[in-house]
C-alpha cells in the first residue's frame, strides 16, 4: 500500500488461506465507545490460538479492523467537532478526497479521509469478490442489542444471521452514516454495510456481543467456515435477543436543535426496547415536554452531552419466533 496513513488507524488484520471476502470493521466511529476496539483485539487473539491448537483451521479472504476516529478516541469522546456517523455525505467526501493537504481539514474530515485511504489501499491490494462494512457502536442506555443493515436483502440476510434484533428505516430516519456510504454505488464493487449495536457503553458483555457479531458476519459471507465456529457465539447473541422484535421499523426520530437543552426525563431511565405509549413525556427541551408521538419501542435514548438524536422510536414488524431462540448445533472450534 503506497499511501500514508495514521499507523493507529489500523488495528489489525488477519489473512486467510484462500481468496476471499474482504470485511472491515470499523471500532470507535464514535470515540467514546470502545468494547469495538476490545473485541477485535480478542477476536485477533482467538485467530492466533486457534492456529496453534488446530492444524485443520483455514478461513477465506481477510479481516481488517480499523479504529474510526482516532483523535475522538484518545479524547474519550464521541467527537471533536462533529459526528463522525453523521458526516459520510458524498458530496462533502468529493471535498475531502480532493483535499491534498489533510491539515486543512477539520478534524473528522481528516478522520474519513484517513478511513477512506487505508480501504481504498485495501481494496487495490486484495481485489477481493466482495467487500463487507461491519461498524461496531453501543449506545448509552442498557437494554438489548441490534443490528441496522443497509436497505437491499443481502445486508438483511447478514444481519439476520447476527441474531440481534434487525432494524429497518434508519437510512430514510438519518443522512449521513456509515450504512450510507459504504455500498456499490460509491465504490464500484460488491459492497455492503451493516451496523451492530452491542450494548450499553460501560458494559462488560458489549465486547462479547461484538465479538460474535464478527464472527457470525465473516461467517455469513464465506469467510470463516461453519465448523470452526463454537456454538456458543450464536446461543450468546440468541440469549441476549430474547423478548426482542426479530425485525422492527424506524417510526420517528427526534432529532436535537442547536442549544436545545435536550434531557431525557428523571422520572424514568429507559432501555433500549423499553415499550412507550403516545402521548408519553419522554423528555424535555427549551421549549418544554416532549411527548412520544408513537406507541412503540424507545430505543438510543440520548443519556450524554454530545449527540444529535434524542431518542428513536420503532415498532415491530415481525415477532421472533421459538424456533429462532433455538441455536444452531454446528461444530465447535473457534474460541
Known amino acids: 500500500m503506497n499511501r500514508v496513513v495514521n499507523k493507529d488507524r489500523v488495528i489489525g488484520e488477519r489473512v486467510g488461506s484462500k481468496p476471499g471476502p474482504l470485511m472491515i470493521v470499523f471500532a470507535q466511529i464514535h470515540g467514546n ?91 487495490d491490494l486484495c481485489k477481493p469478490p466482495r467487500v463487507v462494512v461491519l461498524d461496531l457502536h453501543t449506545t448509552t442506555a442498557h437494554g438489548g442489542l441490534f443490528t441496522i443493515p443497509s436497505q437491499n436483502p443481502e445486508a438483511r440476510r447478514i444481519g439476520l444471521t447476527m441474531h440481534a434484533p434487525v432494524l429497518h428505516g434508519f437510512l430514510e430516519g438519518l443522512k449521513g452514516t456509515t450504512l450510507h456510504y459504504f455500498s456499490q454505488e460509491n465504490f464500484d464493487i460488491d459492497m455492503n454495510a451493516v451496523c451492530f449495536e452491542a450494548g450499553q457503553h460501560q458494559s462488560e458483555d458489549a465486547y462479547k456481543h461484538a465479538v460474535s457479531a464478527i464472527i457470525q458476519c465473516f461467517k455469513a459471507i464465506g469467510g470463516f467456515y461453519a465448523k470452526d465456529i463454537e456454538v456458543r457465539h450464536d446461543q450468546l447473541l440468541e440469549e441476549r435477543s430474547k423478548g426482542l422484535p426479530l425485525e422492527a421499523k424506524l417510526v420517528y426520530v427526534h432529532h436535537i436543535g442547536p442549544e436545545a437543552n435536550f434531557r431525557m426525563t428523571e422520572t424514568k431511565i429507559y432501555n433500549n426496547f423499553d415499550p412507550v405509549a403516545k402521548g408519553e413525556i419522554l423528555a424535555y427541551d427549551k421549549n418544554g415536554p416532549i411527548e412520544s408521538p408513537f406507541d412503540g419501542l424507545i430505543l438510543m435514548p440520548l443519556y450524554q452531552k454530545q449527540g444529535d438524536d434524542g431518542f428513536f422510536i420503532i415498532q415491530e414488524i415481525t415477532a421472533r419466533s421459538k424456533d429462532e431462540e433455538q441455536p444452531d448445533l454446528i461444530a465447535s472450534k473457534l474460541s
Open 33 to 123: 465507545e470502545p468494547a469495538g476496539y476490545k473485541a477485535v483485539e480478542e477476536l485477533f487473539k482467538a485467530i492466533d490460538l486457534e492456529y496453534l491448537k488446530n492444524d485443520t483451521f483455514e478461513f477465506c479472504g481477510r479481516i481488517v479492523a480499523l479504529q474510526g476516529n482516532v483523535k475522538a478516541a484518545q479524547a474519550k469522546v464521541r467527537y471533536l467537532k462533529k459526528d463522525l456517523n453523521r458526516s459520510w455525505l458524498p458530496k462533502e467526501i468529493d471535498r475531502i478526497r480532493k483535499t491534498e493537504a489533510i491539515e486543512d481539514l477539520d478534524p473528522e474530515d481528516q478522520e474519513i479521509k484517513e478511513n477512506l485511504d487505508v480501504i481504498d489501499a485495501y481494496i
